[in-house]
Structure formats: C-alpha cells, structure tokens
C-alpha cells in the first residue's frame, strides 16, 4: 500500500488524492498499471506531472482495460498530450473494439502530430472577429462571447483552449477598447405581460395534432424520447454501450443486423399474456411504441407465451386492445412461440458448444442464491443431447429433469434453467411440446431472432444483462443491447396479478375491469381517456430510477383532458323537488346548454324547463349559515343557463321532518338583484345510475407489512364505492354511447359504463371537478 502511495505522488497526485484514489480498488488497479507501462516506454526520462494528469484521467474514464496499455504508450510517447486529444482516443477505442488498431487512423482521429501555431491562431481569430464585427460594436460587451469561442474551436480543434480564450479576448479588447460604466451596467430584465381575464391561460399540457404530448414542463413524450435526448446507442453501434460484451464475431454480426433493418430502430413491448396490463405497462408501452416512433423506426406487440399453465386467449385480445387504445399499432404482432423449434434447435447448439448440461436436480434444490455446483454440471456433451432429446419426447415426469446454462448471473444466481417439462396444452401449438423454454433463456433469442435494437425493460431486470449478452455470444448470434427505465408505480393500489386475482375471488372487486383497480381495462371503464394516461406518461418522464406516485397526479392529467372533450350536461345525484308556484301547469320552453361554456362555437342542446325542476339536496339549507351563498329561504339564487332567479316560499316536509318540496317564485335574471350563486337544476329527467368510487385501500403502501400488518385484504375502503341508484340526469344523454364521457356541471366527470341498458343508464364517475376546497 505504502509503495502504491509513493508512486501515486510521485506523477504529482497530492497524498491526499492519492489516498482517496487508494480506496478505489478498480481505479486503484488501472492506474497502477498505466504507471508501470507508462515508465517501460520512457524509461529516459520517466513520467512528469503533465504525463501523470493524463495517466490519471485515462485509468479514470477508460471502460475498456485491454486498450489501457496501448493509450499508456501513447501518453508516454507524447502522442496524446492535451485532454481534448484524450477524449478523442477514448472514443476511437469505444468505436473500434476490435484487433488490430490502424495506427494511422488512430493519429489522424486523435490530432497526434498535429501542431497549431500561434500565427494559425490569430488568423483564425481575426476572422471569426470580422465576421461578427458589426454586431460586436453595436453591443460590446453584452455580445455572447461563447459564440466567438465555439466556432474558434471549430476552426481549431486541436489548439488548447486556454490560448484560444487569452487571443480572443486580447482582440476583443483591441476592437472595443476597455469596459465602460455603460458596459458594466447590469441589463434590465424585460417586464413579464400581465395575462388579462379575457387571455386564455396556457394549458398544463395539451395532446397536439400529430400525437405528441405535451408536458407540464413543455417537453412532449416524443421530445424526450426522439434523437440524442436519451443517449441510447445508433443502430448497428452496440458496442459503444457501457458493459456491451464484444467478441470476434461482434462486427461481422453487426454488419448482418444492418443489412436487414436498413439503420432502423426496432423495439418490441414483450408482456406475458397471463394476466390485464395495469398502468405501469402503460409506461412500457409509451416507452417501447414511443421510441421507435419518434426515431422513425418499427415497434412489435410480442407475447412471452412460454408458460401455457396460466395463459388464457381472453388475456392476448385485451392486451392488444389495450396497445391500440392507448393509440399505438404493433409493426407485427409475434409470439415466443412462434420461435419454438429455432429455440430449440438453439438449446442443442449451447449444449454442443459446451454451454449447457441436462440437470436432474429438483426445484427446491435451485432455489436461494448460494446453491451448490450441480453433480451433472460436467457431464458429457452426448450425454446431454441424448437426455434432451429425451425430454423433448416426454419420457420424463415434470420437475424431474431440467436444462441448464452454464453460466452466473449478476445477482449470484448459478446456471439458470433453460428449459422445464411441462405436460400442460399450449394455447397455440396444441400438444406438439412438452418442454418449454424459460424467460431468461427465450427472452435475448427472440429478440435478436427480431433484429431487435434496443431491448427496453425495467430496473429489476437489470440483474440479467449478463445472462441476456452471454447467451446471445454463446450461440454467435446478433446481440441487441438491454437498456433499463424505472417502473412506475402508484399508491393505494396493487398491480400484482396474483393480488388482483384475490381481490377477485374474494368478492372486493368485481373483476379486472372494476373501476376501482389501476389495470388499464378498469381506467378504460372509469372513463379515462387514452391521451390522459400517455400525458401522465410524459409528464412522469423518462426516468431511470423508479417512481412512486400519487394517483392525483395521474387525475389531474384527465381533468386536463375531459375539460377539453366532455361536453356539459346537468345531473342531479341527490334530488330536491322544487315547484316554482308562479309558473302555469302546463308551462313549458327549451333552455339552450352550451356543451363547452367557454366555447360556445363548439356545440349546444337543449334541456325542458318546466314548473317542476329538481336541484341538488345540498344546494338547499333551511338555517342560514355564515359564508353559504346558495338557496335559503331569505337568500334566493339563480338557476344556470335558465335566465331566472328563485326564491323560497314554503319549505316542504315529511312525518319525520326531512326537507321533501320546495315552493318557490322566480323572475327573470336581467329584473332581479344579481344572485351569490347559480346552481344547476334537471327538469323532466332520466332517472340513472350513479357509481361514485374512492381509494379502494386506506394507506398509501397496502402491501407493506409496516403500514398494513395483517396485510392488503385487511386494508379495503369500506366507502370505495357509493351507488346512487335514483340519480337524476338531463335528457341530452338520451342517446349516449358506453364510455360516451360527459361532466355533470358542479359534480364531476362521468363516463357510461357497459351496465348500461336501454331502460337505465349506469354512469361511473370518472374524477371529480377540480373546486377550491374551502368553498362552501
């Protein structure tokens, strides 16, 4: 330790750098040996602090260690002298990963030999200057100098920066002479516009017409997702990514993949069709869907069929309803098993190539992440392709022999299972199987059997990157590149399949599509609109760690969206009989509704206006109370869109002494004293169903057993659903479609459920309006 220390500090590291460099084994390591090397090429006149600098920066960034002993040579050679040529090599090295480096190539890429004089410099400069000259005058020094600075950089790349800067600045200052008090005056910021009533307010995030959304923070989902905004790799480039595994055939299989995508970016969305996407899949698929269309590439709806056990065709059509409602189609859609005998004949080929070993081990055997080598790890290849064929003709029972690769995963796991018996009919090949392959065996093959690009998946499966590359090596196949993004999730809800299903069974929900639940069947059903869900994508963004968030986040994004979509109608959830006396019997006119108040240009009905009207219970109260501004016997209020105002002339009720009736007198609007409030009111309605939903778990983490001990059954809202079984609504919904959505003015936004019959409409509130909440 003590003599690393001395040879650290002796390249001009201050001890105390040295010391914190100590305690970074892997940095530690590489810069020892870019030393060592380092000193055999110049034994002359060994290594000085300028050398050191760049040794230290080289073992600090370089990824690829076989290219460390190269780049020492150059350091020491003075091939690479400033960090600006060092960046440059780093990058040669990164885009040629392959034996033998062309040294001619390398010296052209990376300036070696190349010298700028300070003549070069100064002719460079004073004609970038003259360029500018007249826009330099007119401003002084409030002239963007980086502008000077970037394209002298440009015309200059391998001059060091420091010179550049001190003979701009020198001609500068020649050209406008010293700083005045004027220059030095701090610009004034220019006053923001007040926004008047009347100036429409921009919007948190709108859908454009091209499908892009926009989010709160003005970034659309395409902008985060199109070109160089993610740093992902260019097609055909895989082995720029971090951690990409390149061996000798990388390039030539690289070379092929091209040949067939054309360059083109090729995603896939990969569930497994056991169960209903919920709202963390939406991410998936904005993800997926999303980056091969803002790229101009292809995305493929795939389904992981391997597991025919618990795989129903009910949940294949809902998926892809589910893709093509949230406004993506599949390029094609594919499944695992379309792959079947290729896989297989892929498994024989690991086995020949020494890769893969027939193991008779059971399953509580393999479970936990330090199990003990297999006894038939290293039995013979012939043995092994003997005893798979064998499996493949099902002369085995289940769980008595499995196929495994000889490999360790990232998180410990030893040689994972790449095929299991399974006597169970597969949805699509019948009984022509009875071994299928797993995940971590299916997964890599078929993407590069696809010419995937870029292999998009969650955190959590980053622990098989390495068994996703290795397999893909292995065999020589083309190998995508497996980048992962952060789950999304929510609180007070579970996405669990298995937890979903108890929910079920248990009689809490009433199936997947119960409004209550997050799947996205039951958002469908709720009424949120597609384009609400994809801005809520965009507005949580594209982020590698993972997200927990609140479901009012994702309400406020529907909100956005119905208050722009959802034409205006009147409903009343908890009637109040009114009788206007003035009124004659048989007095009856239509009232014009306005479907979008503040746009009038986009549509209207008409609603009967009668001398029986029924209002809101809570809109009545008989005892005045302070800060309360609708109807009271002493103070009146107006009625919306009808032009009158009413007041209170007898109060009705029953044996019991519930408010039944109201008699009441109006007059016209432009006649009366201007009201507090208008209120919303139905006449000649129809009488509907209402279902009002709530959190269906009290706590934020139902399945965290410190916040719910006796676990999430235990943690059921009693008040997650409220039926209002004698709703009253306006007849303009006569003719509505299932999940027609509307806003119920004053109460909410409602959406048409299924339940729906021609005698009775069913409708599930959707989310509330947003009100201020001290408004009484």
Same mark, same amino acid.
């Given at each position: 330790m003590a003599d690393t220390l001395t040879l650290f500090t002796s390249i001009g590291l201050s001890e105390q750098k040295a010391k914190e460099t100590l305690k970074n084994e892997a940095l530690s390591s590489a810069l020892k040996d870019a030393i060592t090397q380092a000193q055999r090429a110049n034994e002359a006149s060994g290594v000085d602090k300028a050398m050191g600098t760049m040794l230290y920066s080289l073992a600090s960034r370089l990824k690829d260690y076989k290219r460390l002993a190269f780049l020492s040579d150059c350091i020491a050679q003075r091939k690479l002298c400033t960090e600006l040529q060092l960046a440059a090599a780093l990058d040669f090295v990164?885009?040629?990963?392959?034996?033998?480096?062309?040294?001619?190539?390398?010296?052209?890429?990376?300036?070696?030999?190349?010298?700028?004089?300070?003549?070069?410099?100064?002719?460079?400069?004073?004609?970038?200057?003259?360029?500018? /000259?007249?826009?330099?005058?007119?401003?002084?020094?409030?002239?963007?100098?980086?502008?000077?600075?970037?394209?002298?950089?440009?015309?200059?790349?391998?001059?060091?920066?420091?010179?550049?800067?001190?003979?701009?600045?020198?001609?500068?200052?020649?050209?406008?002479?010293?700083?005045?008090?004027?220059?030095?005056?701090?610009?004034?910021?220019?006053?923001?516009?007040?926004?008047?009533?009347?100036?429409?307010?921009?919007?948190?995030?709108?859908?454009?017409?091209?499908?892009?959304v926009i989010s709160g923070e003005g970034r659309s989902l395409m902008e985060q997702l199109r070109g160089e905004a993610l740093k992902f790799h260019k097609p055909g480039e895989n082995y720029k990514t971090e951690g990409y595994v390149v061996t000798p055939s990388t390039m030539d299989l690289l070379k092929k993949h091209l040949e067939v995508t054309g360059g083109q970016i090729r995603t896939r969305f990969p569930p497994e069709p056991n169960g209903i996407l919920h709202i963390g899949h939406a991410k998936a698929i904005n993800f997926n869907f999303g980056y091969a269309k803002a790229n101009g590439g292809i995305c493929y709806l795939r389904y992981d069929d391997t597991n025919p056990e618990k795989e129903e065709e009910k949940y294949f059509t809902a998926?892809?309803?589910?893709?093509?409602?949230?406004?993506?189609?599949?390029?094609?859609?594919?499944?695992?098993?379309?792959?079947?005998?290729?896989?297989?004949?892929?498994?024989?080929?690991?086995?020949?190539?020494?890769?893969?070993?027939?193991?008779?081990?059971?399953?509580?055997?393999?479970?936990?992440?330090?199990?003990?080598?297999?006894?038939?790890?290293?039995?013979?290849?012939?043995?092994?392709?003997?005893?798979?064929?064998?499996?493949?003709?099902?002369?085995?029972?289940?769980?008595?022999?499995?196929?495994?690769?000889?490999?360790?995963?990232?998180?410990?796991?030893?040689?994972?299972?790449?095929?299991?018996?399974?006597?169970?009919?597969?949805h699509r090949t019948g009984d022509e199987w009875c071994i299928y392959p797993t995940y971590d065996y299916t997964h890599c093959l078929c993407d590069s059997i696809e010419n995937i690009t870029h292999s998009l998946c969650t955190k959590e499966f980053q622990a098989r990157r390495s068994s996703y590359y290795w397999l893909c090596n292995a065999l020589d196949l083309y190998c995508p590149v497996q980048w992962e993004y952060?789950?999304? @999730?929510?609180?007070?809800?579970?996405?669990?399949?298995? /937890?979903?299903? /108890?929910?079920?069974?248990?009689?809490?929900?009433?199936?997947?599509?119960?409004?209550?639940?997050?799947t996205l069947t039951a958002l469908r059903r709720r009424g949120f609109p597609p384009e609400a869900i994809n801005n809520f994508c965009a507005r949580v963004g594209v982020t590698v760690s993972q997200t927990t968030t609140e479901p009012h986040l994702l309400e406020s994004c529907v909100r956005d969206v119905l208050n722009d979509t959802a034409p205006r109608?009147?409903?009343?959830?908890?009637?109040?009989?009114?009788?206007?006396?003035?009124?004659?019997?048989?007095?009856?006119?239509?009232?014009?509704?306005? @479907?979008?108040?503040? @746009?009038?240009?986009?549509?209207?009905?008409?609603?009967? !206006?009668?001398?029986?009207?029924?209002?809101?219970?809570?809109?009545?109260r008989e005892v005045m109370e302070k800060g309360y501004k609708r109807l009271t016997p002493e103070q009146p209020v107006g009625l919306r869109h009808a032009g009158y105002v009413i007041s209170v002339q007898k109060v009705i009720k029953d044996s019991q002494g519930k408010v039944v009736e109201l008699e009441v007198t109006c007059c016209r609007s432009e006649t009366a004293e201007k009201p507090k409030a208008f209120i919303h009111w139905v006449s000649q309605p129809l009488v509907c169903e209402v279902r009002l939903y709530d959190r269906l778990f009290l706590h934020k983490h139902p399945e965290d057993p410190s916040e719910v001990p006796n676990g !999430?059954?235990?943690?059921?809202?009693? @008040?997650?659903?409220?039926?209002?079984?004698?709703?009253?609504?306006?007849?303009?919904?006569?003719?509505?479609?299932?999940?027609?959505?509307?806003?119920?003015?004053?109460?909410?936004?409602?959406?048409?459920?299924?339940?729906?019959?021609?005698?009775?409409l069913v409708f599930n509130r959707t989310v509330t309006l947003k009100e201020d909440p001290g408004k009484i």
């Open positions: 990164k885009s040629h990963p392959q034996d033998p480096i062309s040294q001619k190539e390398f010296d052209e890429a990376c300036g070696v030999g190349v010298v700028i004089t300070p003549e070069q410099i100064e002719d460079a400069v004073e004609s970038i200057i003259r360029k500018h /000259k007249e826009q330099l005058l007119k401003e002084r020094y409030r002239f963007n100098m980086g502008l000077l600075m970037g394209e002298a950089r440009s015309a200059l790349k391998w001059a060091d920066g420091k010179v550049i800067k001190n003979e701009v600045d020198m001609q500068v200052l020649h050209l406008l002479g010293p700083k005045t008090e004027a220059d030095l005056e701090k610009k004034a910021k220019p006053q923001k516009a007040k926004v008047t009533e009347n100036d429409t307010k921009p919007k948190k995030e709108e859908v454009t017409a091209n499908g892009d998926i892809k309803d589910m893709v093509e409602w949230l406004g993506y189609t599949p390029y094609d859609v594919t499944h695992a098993s379309d792959y079947f005998q290729q896989l297989y004949d892929l498994a024989v080929d690991l086995i020949r190539r020494g890769h893969a070993y027939v193991c008779h081990q059971k399953g509580e055997e393999l479970k936990g992440h330090n199990v003990p080598a297999s006894p038939w790890r290293d039995r013979p290849v012939e043995e092994s392709l003997v005893l798979f064929e064998r499996m493949k003709k099902g002369v085995f029972a289940e769980g008595e022999v499995t196929l495994r690769m000889k490999m360790v995963m990232e998180d410990g796991k030893m040689d994972p299972v790449a095929y299991r018996i399974k006597y169970t009919a597969h952060g789950r999304l @999730n929510l609180t007070y809800t579970v996405v669990s399949k298995r /937890k979903i299903i /108890k929910l079920v069974e248990t009689g809490v929900v009433r199936d997947w599509d119960d409004p209550r639940l997050f109608v009147m409903a009343v959830l908890e009637p109040l009989r009114v009788t206007i006396t003035n009124l004659p019997e048989s007095s009856e006119s239509d009232v014009r509704v306005p @479907n979008f108040p503040a @746009n009038e240009a986009k549509g209207s009905h008409t609603v009967p !206006f009668t001398r029986t009207i029924f209002i809101e219970q809570s809109d009545f !999430f059954l235990s943690d059921i809202n009693p @008040n997650s659903l409220q039926v209002v079984s004698s709703a009253l609504v306006d007849t303009s919904v006569k003719g509505a479609k299932v999940l027609d959505k509307f806003q119920f003015e004053r109460v909410g936004y409602f959406s048409l459920d299924p339940d729906s019959t021609s005698s009775k």
